[in-house]
């Protein structure tokens, strides 16, 4: 049994049920007289809205209820909220406009909700929302963030003047301004990060469920996090008291961070539940998706990186204008500040840096966190500078970062983070090894024999993770704290619950939390069951994002753990007569250490339930909880080498090779890591080659399907080499720091240094496309 244990490669307990259809997901939920939703969503990205008539809709077939925003605003339903507050540098507060779950004034985004139809059938609450009939008085739209801060720019929101949300600093200007002044070389580079579309493999679905004879709310929802759903609908959007409302999130397909909001759509299915008696599901097709779903990415940056004559980083100024969209999603502010400026330092000993942030509203989907939230941002942003500085100052990439890499630690960085540990050379030595960096210059001039480019790029990521602790996130502005729960009963045959706060949406818990319980009391992992996911069933809990469920969940387990142990063990020494001291715990049973005598672990949970034999003063039954806050957050790190071949003739990329060398720490399941790498890169290299969100300059969204947004395939991608050092994080328990964002923050700088190493250029946009490879290509000849 101890093979199931902290470091096993088990094969994940939950797939058997996913892969054989056997999955319960929001779509599948049905509760008797169940109806169903259909939006009316804004085709303008701005307009007034003069006059709604829902008369022909009304007395359309199986139409139970046709809703407008206002009706929602009498009957007390709150706007939506971003819960990050952000303070510009003149110590204004951010400018959040009004976001109604209907629009009932004005819509700022094409798919912007303005009216929901209740129906029998899916097919006849979109007959009658087709006839819903909207007067627009359309409006000038912007959908690209430098020109919203024009003045010529049409204004969004009236709280925030000249579509500024936020004007905002961080680090020393002053020190910055100096270092540059003085320094031998500066690098300086116009840095954009193209906006994407998460894509989840299960789109967002909501059920609103009222209960008029228990008064009684019951929401099932694709949620990452349904305890502060339920938090944040109770206590801002008055949907309904925290008491009486219940929150479920089943198995999720998939979230990426575009899961851990609360969008308009659970709110009106529960609202509309109630006005119109029955239960309300909706299920997004996935054009609403590609338009409604929160979109990540979308900064750009200009960048100065100073050294000294021995090639030292001095300083580091950064400039970004991030765009939010029309709206301020739930976290949206956090993610171009204290998930980007904070990790401006990356893996390198910068001693002065300082960044500007100013986050700006357009006539697009709002834009929130997004795989990595700020980190591969600030990543792509830090290696592309590097990796340009190497050129201009005609050194080798490797060497410039080693010679620049922090080696002491505990390292306190110029922009708030203190890394905890690290290796980053190890990373380093151990990626270039995996790669043959060495015989690169080889498969280049074979490459070029038969007509092709060959390019190598490398990145040397550093990210936060384990979001937390609650007193230094409230302290930057965070609504909540970012602890984590969990409660551990043992029952009276001995099988084992664990019921946690984290989430699972792909992560895997219900193996690796089980495996933490095998190693502990040496039980099966079959015997044990993870419950998440339901406000009703689990304790409070702040979910999962960040990659946090290892560091901060599992920790939280563990500290349960810890307790169940400790009486475990006094019923043990009280049933064998044993000093409390000497009791082990081995395969499944109590043993008095050195000794033959032992009590089976079934054995002594019965006991502690039949309660006949029990020390004195003892309560009867065994379970436990616990509450875990970490003091830092973790700091996962690594390096990436990604090696491309171009066909100059056609502009197509291949990715050759690609070489993930990470240090998470402790690994609970080396296998499930491996799967997270591998499937963090491959969306990392759809950001560099093929995804990007693009809109018209009338707000329209062109990439509203995949037909026209291009996602990665099997065939795009090469069998990935990955590996992991470690050094232990010293600040939970466990030693983990997290995996599960790290592939999509390393990749995309590593692709386009391989890109632009190829061609011989300096910068190339993202997505690289055999179109835009082309064009730099003949760029270079002329």
């Known amino acids: 049994m101890g093979i199931e244990g902290v470091g096993a490669r088990v094969a994940r307990k939950e797939d058997k049920r996913f892969i054989t259809g056997a999955g319960r997901y929001v779509d599948d939920m049905v509760v008797p007289g169940m109806k169903h939703a259909a939006f009316v969503r ?105 020109k919203a801060l024009e003045r010529s720019a049409p204004q969004i929101h009236p709280e925030a003047d000249g579509n500024l949300i936020f004007d905002w600093e961080l680090g020393d200007s002053a020190a910055t301004n100096a270092a540059i002044k003085a320094a031998a070389h500066i690098t300086r580079m116009k840095i954009v990060n193209n906006r994407l579309v998460p894509n989840a493999m299960e789109p967002r679905a909501a059920l609103g469920h009222y209960d008029k004879a228990e008064d009684h709310y019951t929401c099932w929802t694709t949620s990452q996090n349904p305890h502060l759903a339920r938090l944040v609908m109770s206590a801002f959007y008055n949907v309904a008291p925290e008491n009486k409302l219940r929150v479920i999130a089943p198995d999720v397909g998939g979230g990426f961070g575009s899961k851990i909001y609360i969008y308009p759509e659970e709110i009106i299915c529960l609202w509309a539940s109630r006005k119109t008696g029955v239960p309300v599901k909706w299920v997004a097709d996935r054009t609403e998706s590609f338009l409604t779903d929160a979109h990540g990415r979308d900064h750009v940056s200009t960048v100065e990186m100073a050294f000294d004559k021995d090639n030292r980083i001095t300083g580091l100024k950064v400039d970004t204008i991030a765009n939010l969209g029309a709206y301020m999603s739930l976290f949206s502010s956090c993610v171009p500040t204290y998930l980007y400026a904070t990790l401006l330092s990356g893996q390198y000993d910068i001693p002065a840096i ?88 080889q498969r280049k001039a074979d490459a070029a024999n038969r007509g092709k480019l060959r390019g190598i790029g490398m990145s040397c990521y550093i990210e936060a993770c384990g979001l937390a602790p609650s007193a230094a996130v409230g302290s930057l502005g965070a609504g909540v704290g970012l602890w984590e729960s969990a409660e551990v009963r043992v029952n009276a045959a001995g099988t084992i619950e664990v019921l946690t706060g984290s989430h699972s949406h792909g992560q895997g818990h219900e193996t690796t939390f089980a495996q933490l319980v095998n190693q502990r009391f040496g039980v099966p992992i079959d015997s044990v069951s993870i419950v998440h996911g339901d406000t009703d069933k689990v304790q409070m809990g702040m979910g999962t994002y960040g990659s946090r469920s290892g560091a901060v969940g599992m920790s939280a387990v563990v500290k349960a753990l810890d307790k169940v142990e400790a009486k475990a063990k006094k019923i043990a020494a009280h049933l064998l007569e044993a000093d409390e001291g000497d009791i082990v715990i081995e395969n499944g049973a109590l043993k008095v250490a050195g000794t033959d005598k032992q009590v089976p672990w079934f054995q002594m949970a019965l006991a502690a339930y039949t309660a006949h034999n029990l020390p004195g003063g003892m309560e009867p039954g065994l379970k436990e909880t616990s509450f875990y806050d970490p003091s830092n957050f973790t700091f996962p790190a690594g390096c990436y080498v990604c090696e491309v071949e171009i066909d100059p003739e056609t502009g197509v990329t291949e990715v050759v090779q690609f070489v993930a060398a990470d240090d998470f720490g402790n690994i609970i399941n080396p296998m499930i890591v491996e799967g997270q790498v591998h499937g963090g890169v491959a969306q990392g290299i759809g950001q560099a080659l093929l995804e990007g969100t693009r809109y018209d300059a009338s707000g329209q969204l062109l990439t509203a399907s995949y037909m026209d947004y291009a996602m990665p395939r099997a065939d795009d991608l090469p069998s990935f080499k990955v590996s992991t050092s470690n050094t232990p994080c010293p600040g939970n328990p466990l030693g983990i720091k997290g995996c599960g964002e790290a592939g999509a923050i390393g990749s995309p700088p590593a692709v386009i240094n391989a890109i632009t190493d190829a061609i011989g250029i300096t910068d190339i946009a993202m997505p690289a496309s055999p179109s835009t490879v082309w064009a730099a290509i003949r760029a270079t000849k002329h």
């Open 42 to 146: 804004s085709p303008h990205a701005h307009a007034e809205i003069k006059k709604i008539d829902v008369k022909k809709a009304q007395a359309m077939p199986g139409v139970i209820g046709v809703l407008t925003g206002k009706e929602l605003k009498a009957d007390g339903i709150g706007n939506l909220i971003c819960g990050w507050m952000i303070h510009s540098k003149d110590g204004s507060p951010m400018k959040m406009g009004a976001w109604s779950p209907l629009a009932f004034d004005r819509v700022r985004y094409v798919g912007d909700a303005v009216v929901v139809v209740v129906a029998d059938t899916k097919g006849q609450a979109r007959d009658a929302a087709e006839a819903v009939d909207i007067t627009y008085e359309e409006l000038k739209a912007v959908v690209d963030a430098p």
């Open 354 to 441: 300082h960044a500007n942030v100013r986050a700006v509203y357009t006539n697009t989907a709002p834009v929130d966190a997004y795989r990595g939230a700020g980190r591969p941002e600030a990543t792509y942003l830090l290696e592309r500078t590097m990796e340009t500085a190497a050129r201009e100052l005609g050194v080798s990439p490797a060497e410039l970062r080693r010679k620049n890499f922090i080696t002491s630690f505990p390292h306190q960085t110029p922009v708030i983070m203190n890394y905890d540990a690290g290796d980053y050379a190890a990373s380093l030595d151990a990626a270039m090894t995996a790669a043959d960096y060495a015989g690169f210059a």
